[in-house]
């Protein structure tokens, strides 16, 4: 599903900050990305996100090499992904409906369609009957499953979550982590970026570390 | 943001009390209803497609609204730029109109001498009326002339104070139109010249022609001005839709996290340029209409001095479309030049 093929990334300013990252996520399968902060996982997700170009090697999402895409195919390229984000980066002077319908109007599906799509998610998430609410008048873990929900409503093959849990407490984090195994279970790959070593641990799946740029288990 | 889904979002609300009833009901219709649109499924694109077109064009409306104080300083700002234009531009069909009118007549205006009586004047004028190269002759008494004078100059007690009437007797004379040779013309003027009991035979075409090239040097003059204008319009009109992206930076980056194309987020701040430029061309059309109106009388007035041939020329229909047509164009393309720049280099970090 994502491949990740002898990458390097260099900043001409602050040097190699990745090097030789070779990875395969498998359809439905769950990872988290850990190591201390400047270890280089922003830099692996923003690679993803097709935010910056790697120096050397390949990328691969579902087959397509997302180092050698034209500027003109990004946007189609990151319908493919769910990003979720430590700050949510939700749209505040928008509902949570209008939220988490973005990437379906973006995909320029029909209304009724994306009323019917919107209420689904946010039913599975659990925000059901908020959705008329702003961001604002939503605590923080309600606000990271409008994020999740985002995420998730067009059903992407892959949803990559950037320390989705940094601002909850440990059992809001529980809750969030357990809505990602059931993307898992309907086939999606997660990929978690994350330093909670003791949720890593209790969740026991697939850990990417990385140190110094460099990936020392897989 | 408003601008890219506002309607999509009323749409579902109204769709979500419809539906509350059937949704716990009768659930199979739900099922029936989305086999059968499989079939329909290019059907459903397109009109996803006019749902988005017309969101984006309507809510972009609505932002508009959304932040009354800056559209309405940018539109007057717009509007008096537009009417400075279309002014010019009235001003020309006007003068336009002024030179189609004379540009015919090959009159010549005998100015006699100040001693000449009316009398003399009036055996004067059946001479030149034997003459068979002229057409007309008409003789304009020393009263006539004053009494005119007093009517239109507007220093009629001023006149009435003067002793004497220190106007000349005028003959006018129209050659026939055979006489279409400048030369022969000329021979004739120098003719009428030679006269004892003329004081100056002046040919009206020449003040046709000197008119003719004042208008040709106002013409350019203002194309020159209207196509500076035009720039400022787009300048303008592109400076606002830079703020209001910049205003709306964070939202533009969301949008590229998830996806959207430039195309798809440009579309509403263009549809703002469009109704920006759209709104500016009403006004500036209302404005040199009042502005018209204003001037329609001393205009009709100046007119009557002349003999009343001329009247003030407003927007036709046709002016009017064009008007707001070039305006929203420029207000569009003004806003379509800088998103296709900014756009570009606004990326997430």
Redesign the interface.
């Known amino acids: 599903m994502l491949k990740f093929d002898n990458v390097s990334k260099r900043y001409p300013e602050s040097g190699e900050v990745l090097r030789d990252i070779s990875f395969h996520l498998r359809h439905g399968e769950i990872a988290f990305l850990t190591g201390h902060s400047g270890a280089g996982k922003s830099t692996l997700l923003k690679l993803i996100a097709v935010m910056e170009r790697c120096t050397r090697g390949q990328i691969f999402l579902d087959g397509e090499n997302l180092s050698a895409a034209k500027e003109s195919q990004i946007p189609f390229l990151r319908r493919k992904m769910g990003f979720i984000y430590q700050d949510y980066k939700l749209l505040q002077d928008r509902t949570v409906f209008d939220n988490v319908a973005l990437p379906l109007v973006i995909a320029g599906i029909r209304h009724q369609e994306i009323v019917r799509k919107v209420r689904a998610v946010l039913d599975k998430v659990g925000l059901s009957g908020k959705e008329r609410k702003f961001p604002i008048a939503l605590s923080g873990g309600e606000q990271q499953r409008v994020g999740i929900a985002r995420a998730f409503v067009n059903k992407p093959p892959i949803i990559i979550a950037d320390e989705p849990t940094g601002n909850l407490d440990p059992e809001l984090a529980t809750e969030i982590m357990r809505l990602f195994v059931s993307f898992q279970q309907v086939g999606v790959t997660v990929l978690i970026a994350s330093h909670d070593i003791s949720l890593i641990e209790k969740m026991n799946h697939r850990v990417l570390k990385l140190a110094n740029g460099q990936l020392v288990s897989a | 943001?408003?601008n890219?889904?506002r309607l999509?979002?009323m749409?579902?609300?109204k769709?979500?009390k419809q539906?509350k009833e059937v949704r716990y009901v009768k659930t199979p219709s739900q099922v029936t209803r989305q086999t059968r649109r499989v079939g329909g499924d290019l059907l459903?694109?397109l009109?996803?497609?006019c749902?988005?077109q017309g969101q984006a064009l309507f809510s972009s409306l609505g932002r508009l609204v959304d932040s009354p104080f800056n559209s309405i300083m940018t539109i007057m700002v717009l509007a008096i730029t537009i009417s400075l234009a279309s002014g010019f531009y009235l001003l020309l069909n006007n003068l336009h109109q002024l030179t189609a009118n004379i540009e015919t007549s090959a009159q010549i205006s005998l100015f006699l001498k100040d001693e000449i009586t009316d009398a003399h004047a009036n055996k004067l004028a059946s001479t030149i009326r034997k003459n068979p190269a002229i057409q007309q002759v008409t003789l304009i008494s020393k009263d006539q002339a004053l009494a005119e004078f007093k009517t239109y100059s507007g220093f009629g007690s001023a006149i009435t104070a003067l002793k004497t009437n220190p106007l000349p007797v005028v003959i006018q004379v129209l050659p026939k139109n055979t006489l279409e040779d400048k030369k022969e013309l000329e021979n004739l003027r120098q003719e009428f010249q030679r006269l004892v009991e003329v004081d100056l035979a002046q040919m009206d075409m020449q003040w046709v022609e000197r008119l003719q090239s004042i208008v040709a040097v106002a013409e350019r003059g203002a194309c020159l001005l209207n196509t500076l204008l035009g720039f400022a319009v787009l300048f303008i009109a592109g400076n606002t839709i830079r703020q209001e992206l910049h205003n709306r930076h964070?939202?533009v980056i969301?949008?590229?996290?998830?996806?959207?194309?430039?195309g798809?987020i440009q579309k509403p701040f263009l549809y703002a340029g469009l109704w920006m430029g759209m709104f500016a061309g009403l006004l500036a059309w209302f404005i040199v209409s009042v502005m018209m109106l204003l001037l329609r009388q001393p205009v009709e007035a100046l007119s009557g001095l002349y003999g009343g041939g001329f009247h003030l020329l407003f927007f036709s229909v046709a002016d009017f479309f064009k008007l707001i047509g070039i305006s929203s164009a420029l207000g569009g393309l003004g806003s379509w030049a800088v998103l296709s720049y900014q756009l570009q280099y606004t990326?997430?970090?």
């Open positions: 943001m408003v890219w889904f999509n979002t749409k579902g609300f769709k979500r539906t459903d694109k009109c996803a497609h749902d988005g964070e939202e969301i949008a590229k996290l998830v996806g959207a194309t430039n798809f990326r997430p970090e």
